[in-house]
């Protein structure tokens, strides 16, 4: 079985990440750790999240961090936009992606958000045209595809028809999310698997949490079938809100350390990786959440 | 490609997870700990080490945890055994296995042992010709398998030689082990042949450590190979002495999780195990380190 010679790994960690953390990072801050992430290579880093601020305090300073980056030609800038003014916000701080989203989960999308998936997908249709009308790249995220906490299994029949949902609305990139990383690599496989039955793989992401440790177990069985897109948040930020203390998004130091050893390009160097992910851990007073990144600091210790 | 239907973790976390640790375990707490793990279900238990007090501290007390704890019939209780002296009084401690260990790194027996990788398998002869005599089950450990901390690579023929010597001893089960945490999934791969190459596939074992986060993957990878039996140290237990505030053994929450999301069976309870980690992780006075474990344990708070 051949892997891909070639992989992207978008990283979540300033926006995904940090949205999840309880103390306010100031624009600064999130300002130099994505200026860190693109020197050290990254091509997609998603960087903000056009929200109400009421709901999410962390992400208030979204246009700050755009405005205040260093650009870097060819990296894209992403941005979540929860509606039509998310978008708008989004283009004037000169996002080059917006991300929409939706679950897998009837149960999840319900509880949440009180309509159908359907319902909800639907609603993106303006984001979506705007962006079309635009240029600008539209990213489809799908969460809780592995798990939900409310209704437990997921079916495979519901992620294919999400995912053609978002397919229609002319996403040019679908990430499938394990949200409450209850995955494990047989499963992985079959969930990406009815993705890949709606949408083309080369534009597939999967997006794993290590919640329960078994992130990069799911990453490698993806590999396997050919995935080669792969979201993961620097030092592991973000923890996982449905069970406290647990882990959420994996550590990218940790991918990184894999397609290395596997001999996978990703144009990233994971020394400068490391340093970025030690700089926001840091900021935020505690140890780094990356197995590899603690290892390569510990090394590095005199 | 199909996996393994059965697979036996072996539980090495009383022996070469507490060894690591600094503070002093009584043997009254390795006792409560060994019986809550047979209680769990493993069938394969290391329990002591009959080393020299002088060197391993730790394991002064093995002689008391091997007389203390409930013998539950089937399992294997396991002692480390260095020498002939070890193996007489892990003969008198009723254990049911020895383990003699030894380098596929010829830089790591020349470090640690001042003797080749040959001249230190050798030295063991009397002590496998003595479990041999007393029907007692001989297991043969091999660390630094897949790279070593003082001459980094380590040849696969390397494995493939010391794996022969140790089944020309008799061994009956023969552990490979990276002891340093830096094989990824498909080096893992090329190891375990290379040791599938001189010993039958259904007595090998897999060792894999958890420093930069790859052991899940690893065993992923080892168990699509046909390997079906693996370590693992119940919370994470025992550091890795290589790179300080780094994570050694992979925990036995992480495996079973994965095990059973995979619909392996390996007949042990991962609730028992839960409740095991969070007893000598109370008692060491810190949160474990498994992922699957923290996150069960979060799931149950109120």
Redesign the interface.
């Known amino acids: ?1 051949n ?1 891909p010679t070639q992989v992207k790994i978008v990283e979540v960690g300033p926006r995904d990440g940090l949205q999840n953390e309880k103390e306010d990072v100031p624009a600064e801050v999130k300002i130099a750790l994505v200026d860190r992430l693109s020197a050290a290579g990254f091509a997609n880093i998603e960087a903000a999240a056009f929200v109400s601020p009421k709901w999410v305090p962390q992400m208030a300073t979204s246009r700050q961090v755009m405005d205040g980056i260093a650009r870097k030609p060819g990296v894209i800038y992403s941005a979540l936009t929860p509606n039509l003014q998310g978008f708008e916000a989004a283009l004037a701080a000169r996002a080059d992606e917006v991300v929409i989203f939706g679950s897998a989960s009837e149960a999840f999308s319900q509880r949440n958000i009180n309509c159908s998936i359907a319902e909800s997908i639907a609603r993106f249709e303006p984001v979506a045209r705007a962006a079309k009308e635009h240029g600008i790249r539209l990213r489809g995220s799908i969460s809780t595809a592995f798990g939900c906490p409310y209704q437990g299994e997921v079916p495979l029949a519901a992620v294919s028809d999400v995912v053609a949902r978002m397919r229609d609305l002319g996403c040019d990139e679908i990430d499938i999310a394990d949200t409450i ?7 992985a496989q079959a969930v990406m698997a009815a993705a890949i039955a709606a949408f083309p793989i080369e534009r597939l992401s999967g997006h794993f949490h ?5 992130a ?2 799911n ?3 993806s590999l396997e079938l050919g995935i080669a897109i792969f979201h993961s948040s620097v030092a592991g930020l973000g923890g ?1 809100p449905y ?5 959420g998004n994996v ?1 990218t130091e ?1 991918v990184l ?2 397609l ?4 996978i390009d990703t144009g990233i160097d994971l020394d400068q990786v490391v340093d970025a992910g030690a700089y926001i851990s840091q900021f935020l007073g505690r ?1 780094g959440a ?3 990144g ?2 390569l ?3 590095r ?1 005199p």
Chains 1, 2 share one sequence.
């Open positions: 079985m892997l990383g209850v995955a494990t690599p047989r499963h290590d919640t329960y440790g078994q990069l177990a990453i490698y069985a996982c069970a406290k203390g647990a882990t550590a940790d350390y894999m290395n050893g596997l001999g140890k990356s197995r590899a603690n290892a600091l510990a090394k210790a």
